[in-house]
């Protein structure tokens, strides 16, 4: 299995400023089709999880372009340009190349 | 838009079935495939089951191989995840996500496995 590596566990940021999460796979996620797929998830407290970014750097409508997602092969980044209140909860990064899909552990953005 | 609804969640004995359904609506359902995720409380995401557009090719988890079965009605817009013998280590919210990415996610069911 694929196994996603996530760093940091936990990340307080001041309002307004940037932050940065990582995202390690074991193997290449660049599947037979050309594509990577590699998604960024953000779940905020009480809520479903919400897509943010698919295919490394695809950022879903609707999603503020504070957001956005970089990377290739194992590692991935997902950063927040300037950090808003609302950014506050869980996010995952996962890889839907290979069965079984696996998530990262979950990085937890709170307001310093 | 884009609009997934699950369905079929409760309170369960251990060892009975359940059958969730997620409902499709805002884009093509017979274009694309369609994964089953779940989340125990207070815990990471989980995978659980992925199915091809077709319905022809289907994919588990090794934790709920045997147990899950997961099915699609095109005409219907639905998926469905059949789950038998359930454990409380099934427990928790259930998701459906458009693949193949899981670009868009429903709101999720919750099912408790309890005595």
């Known amino acids: 299995d694929i196994v996603m590596t996530q760093t940091p566990l936990s990340s307080p940021v001041t309002l307004g400023q940037p932050a940065s999460i990582s995202c390690r796979s074991t193997?290449?996620?660049?599947?037979?089709?050309?594509?990577?797929?590699l998604t960024w998830l953000q779940q905020r407290p009480g809520q479903p999880p919400r897509v943010l970014i698919y295919?490394?750097?695809n950022r879903l409508s609707g999603v503020p372009d504070r957001f956005s997602g970089s990377g290739a092969g194992t590692e991935f980044t997902l950063k927040i340009s300037r950090v808003e209140a609302e950014d506050v909860g869980v996010y995952y990064c996962?890889?839907?190349?290979?069965?079984?899909?696996?998530f990262g552990g979950g990085t937890t953005v709170e307001i310093k | 838009q884009v609009q997934l609804v699950e369905s079929g969640g409760g309170v369960v004995q251990p060892g009975r079935s359940l059958r969730l359904s997620c409902v499709a609506s805002?884009?093509?359902?017979?274009?694309?495939?369609m994964h089953w995720v779940r989340q125990a409380a207070g815990k990471g995401l989980d995978w659980v089951a992925v199915?091809?557009?077709?319905?022809?090719?289907?994919y588990y988890a090794d934790s709920v191989k045997g147990r899950f079965t997961i099915s699609r009605d095109n005409s219907e817009n639905t998926l469905y995840l059949q789950m038998n013998s359930l454990k409380g280590e099934d427990t928790g919210v259930y998701y459906c996500?458009?693949?193949?990415?899981?670009?868009?996610w429903g709101q999720g069911t919750l099912i408790t496995v309890s005595s």
């Open positions: 295919e490394i750097s």
């Open positions: 996962m890889q839907a190349k290979q069965i079984p899909h696996t």
């Open positions: 193997q290449s996620l660049v599947h037979s089709d050309g594509h990577t797929y």
């Open positions: 805002g884009f093509t359902f017979s274009d694309y495939s």
């Open positions: 199915i091809s557009y077709h319905g022809m090719n289907k």
């Open positions: 996500a458009r693949g193949p990415s899981a670009d868009y």
